[in-house]
């Protein structure tokens, strides 16, 4: 069947795109006067001029998505109106005849930078692993000069992704693991709490679609009980807030779809277990910045008049407000038929803040020098993790990364300022928090005038005094527990300068060596090292020459023509193209080529990824690395969302084909209630019934409670599917799912 064919009709179009030009008007609230509104004109009036004969690939007109992406900076982001030019041109400079000096001559400087960023950053992890990372990074360097480059390009996200079904499947799943290991969290660091919601649940729905489509049906049959129990909780406090007479807004929010699911599988339970499904916000009424606190500890106390509180699952976001803005309490009560809701208590200004991000209220306005905020403060450790013009572009994005979705702790230093720091934090983080030669020299801590290892994790209301040592430099294994993105750029930038020092040693004593075999020291000689000592780079292979892990005097056996070794020639002549290692001589599979897994295969090898245990009826794709050939994977495999999203370029499409008769190892993990015969029913049911051979099987059981895992070979999902069900079926098993792999086989 093909694609559904789009039938131009031009004057059709014409009144589709004036209707949405005039939808977005009524979108641009901030962009109330007559100049702004002739700006906006104008800019639309030149992007639908530059894009008249490009199309999207639904067959429409291109200009809808500069329309739409200028639609969410205004109404869902709410930006100003230099921000809705930039969002309608966006994609002039980098797809049209436009330039940037056409930009700056037609609108003016602000304008120009904005497009800039946004045209530099257009090609955002698309091609290397090195490519995309190294783009992510200079996207993020935008972020620090003006963070509207980057608030447009989570819109220009976000509209991509609410039209992905144009897309081909695994374009869809490029985009959507992207969006989930980069995006969302980003929109969740500047405070865009309703986007980051909505590129999750997109994710979801292209990643994961069965499991996105089921738990939307349920919550679409719960819709009325959910509704029926928010009108019967609310009813006290609806009377309380009346009584004390606070203007209030209270609604119920029921759960995102991606966090049901993230729940779901982190407990191992099916949705009906999901208590916490929905939660109650209120919205206090106040324009007074000094009462609006009180107001909210008043509607605090009214709740749990009610309800009982749990304590531990109190969380204080009035008093202090996370670093990205986000102010609310949120209290988690039992209700009178014994189930926890979740009750979320704000201001109106902070719940406006807490939809739309602090980033909406950013101030623009030249030469305006308002105080440092939360944001400020943030992107200010963005750009000292971008002070390293020689940092890992790679480590970059991971470091960058550890610190967008963290939940924070808040510590104190010796004098009373607070510090604030991802949950995890260790000692060490905080020294660096404090400065980066306060880091570098760190030698312990006392945590609550207590002496601790630069290890030790901090907690709430801990106060940290450094202690630091002239001679102390950064070492390897403080990587191992440090968790600050600038706590890690500064120790690697350290062990970097010092394995330069030593690497260069290593140089000189490959320069002598060489010129003992008659080899010329060139470009091409070092890259044919790297290549046969694996080495990453030349540094690394100066330097593990310097400390004699590369021996040197080996070099003395190969073959040297015209300045040059020859060894590599004769090791691909003596290779066999039967082995795994035979297809990374070019790691970089060709996009059009799809393995299919037979018997019959015999020119492409690969094998099972024990990280997720495939097994033939699964979502697949061919995964290739650096020393063990083509690995299979699961598209819902724990790693597949990185290796989707950063090294897109060595992933292979894969499909199961007939393999019936062939097994392959999977693993169930099933929990129940102890009793007499149980395990002979279950290894009767499995072997005697069901003819499955297992290779493994464990069980513990605890005060009647029994938990036990099965390593075993099946031929299929539907296959496991059967075993599953039946399983299930057995008296006193109340559990039973499959898992990636245990330890006993990993």
């Not at 909505?198 to 994710?203: G, I, M, P, T, Y």
């Not at 819709?223 to 909780?233: D, E, L, V, Y």
């Not at 010796?414 to 570098?440: N, R, S, W, Y």
């Not at 690697?492 to 394995?499: A, N, Q, T, V, Y």
Request: one cysteine or more; proline letters at 3%; glycine letters at 4%.
């Amino acid at each position: 069947m093909g694609e559904p064919v789009y039938i131009i009709d031009e004057e059709a179009e014409k009144r589709e795109i004036a209707r949405r030009y005039r939808s977005l008007l009524r979108a641009c609230r901030r962009a109330t006067s007559p100049m702004d509104r002739a700006i906006i004109r104008k800019a639309f009036d030149v992007a639908v001029q530059a894009h008249s004969s490009d199309r999207r690939k639904t067959g429409e007109p291109y200009i809808y998505h500069p329309i739409a992406v200028a639609k969410i900076v205004a109404e869902e982001i709410g930006l100003d109106t230099t921000s809705i030019v930039a969002a309608l041109l966006h994609d002039t400079v980098e797809d049209t005849y436009i330039t940037l000096d056409d930009i700056e001559n037609l609108f003016g400087k602000k304008e120009r930078s904005l497009i800039d960023g946004l045209t530099k950053i257009e090609g955002v992890l698309d091609h290397s692993s090195s490519i995309q990372a190294e783009n992510f990074r200079k996207m993020i360097l935008t972020l620090s000069d003006d963070v509207r480059v980057i608030l447009i390009k989570v819109a220009d996200r976000l509209h991509n992704m609410r039209t992905l079904d144009s897309m081909k499947r695994e374009k869809q799943l490029k985009i959507a693991s992207e969006t989930m290991y980069m995006y969302a969290p980003l929109a969740h660091r500047l405070g865009l709490y309703t986007i980051k919601t909505e590129l999750e649940d997109l994710s979801l729905k292209y990643k994961e679609a069965e499991a996105y489509q089921d738990i939307v049906e349920q919550l679409k049959r719960s819709q009325a009980g959910r509704t029926r129990f928010i009108n019967k909780f609310s009813k006290p406090i609806i009377k309380d807030l009346d009584k004390a007479k606070i203007p209030y807004e209270l609604k119920g929010r029921t759960k995102s779809v991606f966090s049901i699911w993230t729940k779901m599988k982190k407990k191992n339970i099916p949705f009906d277990e999901v208590y916490d499904v929905f939660a109650i916000r209120i919205i206090i009424e106040s324009d007074n910045l000094e009462t609006e606190k009180n107001l909210c500890w008043n509607a605090y106390s009214m709740v749990t008049d009610h309800y009982r509180p749990n304590t531990e699952r109190l969380r204080d976001w009035v008093s202090t407000p996370k670093s990205n803005g986000y102010e609310s309490l949120h209290a988690t009560v039992m209700s009178d038929v014994g189930r926890w809701v979740e009750v979320q208590i704000r201001s109106r200004r902070m719940d406006t803040v807490a939809e739309r991000g602090l980033a909406a209220h950013w101030k623009y306005k030249e030469g305006e020098q308002a105080s440092e905020s939360s944001l400020d403060k943030w992107l200010r450790q963005v750009r000292e993790l971008l002070e390293n013009p020689d940092a890992d572009a790679l480590n970059f994005i991971d470091d960058f990364k550890l610190n967008l979705f963290a939940e924070e702790i808040y510590v104190f230093t010796p004098t009373g300022d607070l510090k604030k720091l991802p949950v995890g934090a260790t000692a060490l983080d905080f020294a660096f928090e404090i400065h980066t030669e306060v880091g570098e020299k760190c030698i312990g801590s006392r945590v609550n005038h207590r002496l601790v290892p630069l290890s030790h994790p901090l907690k709430s209301g801990d106060q940290v005094e450094i202690i630091t040592g002239k001679n102390q430099k950064p070492n390897e294994d403080w990587l191992n527990f440090v968790i600050t993105g600038k706590a890690k750029s500064k120790i690697r930038e350290s062990l970097k300068e010092k394995k330069k020092l030593i690497a260069s040693d290593g140089k000189e004593m490959l320069q002598r060596k060489l010129r003992g075999l008659k080899v010329d020291f060139l470009s091409i000689t070092i890259d044919t090292l790297i290549k046969n000592y694996k080495q990453d780079s030349a540094l690394d292979l100066y330097y593990n020459i310097a400390i004699g892990k590369i021996d040197l005097k080996k070099m003395k056996g190969y073959e040297v023509e015209n300045g040059r070794f020859t060894f590599e020639k004769k090791k691909r002549k003596t290779e066999s193209s039967t082995t795994p290692d035979s297809v990374n001589t070019d790691p970089t599979p060709n996009k059009h080529d799809t393995l299919i897994l037979s018997d019959n295969n015999i020119n492409l090898k690969y094998s099972l990824a024990q990280c997720c245990s495939p097994i033939p009826g699964d979502d697949i794709f061919g995964f290739v690395t650096i020393s063990d050939g083509i690995k299979i994977h699961r598209m819902n495999c724990p790693n597949a969302t990185q290796m989707l999203s950063k090294f897109d370029y060595r992933v292979m499409k894969a499909m199961w084909s007939s393999q019936k008769e062939k097994e392959f190892l999977s693993y169930i993990r099933f929990e129940g209630i102890d009793d007499i015969g149980l395990v002979h029913k279950i290894t009767d049911t499995i072997s005697g019934q069901l003819h499955i051979n297992m290779r493994s099987i464990s069980f513990e059981s605890n005060d009647g409670i029994f938990a036990g895992k099965i390593a075993l070979f099946i031929h299929s999902t539907s296959h496991l599917n059967k075993l599953i069900a039946e399983m299930k079926n057995i008296s006193g098993v109340t559990t039973v799912e499959r898992i990636e792999v245990f330890k006993e086989d990993s």
